[in-house]
């Protein structure tokens, strides 16, 4: 029979992983922290104009101001896409206007 005899020696963070070997992911997936799961948060993926307001109104602390807010970043935004140039929000993503041939559609 073949013995293969293996040292000790750290290797790939043997010693600092007690639980190396026992567990197929990396340490740094299995070491997720509880907070980036949330457990009993709702999710709602859509936030309507409104929504959005609030939202800013908290930080900013007026109303007023926050709906002028958003109100002028959407018109900037909108204007921007319809006239053809692409808007590309960092952290967002990007608007970019596209043309689509005609469909025929059937109202039942």
Known sequence: MNHVVRSRAPV???LSDP????NPWPAAWRARPRL???SRIEWNPSVNKAQLIQAVAKTTGNRAQAADAVEAALDAIVRAVAAGEVVSVTGF???TPRVRPARTARNP
Do not use: A, N
């Not at 639980?19 to 026992?22: E, Q, R, S």
């Open 36 to 38: 980036l799961r949330p």
């Open 19 to 22: 639980g190396y070997g026992l």
């Open 93 to 95: 993503g990007s608007l």
């Open 12 to 14: 790939c963070g043997q």
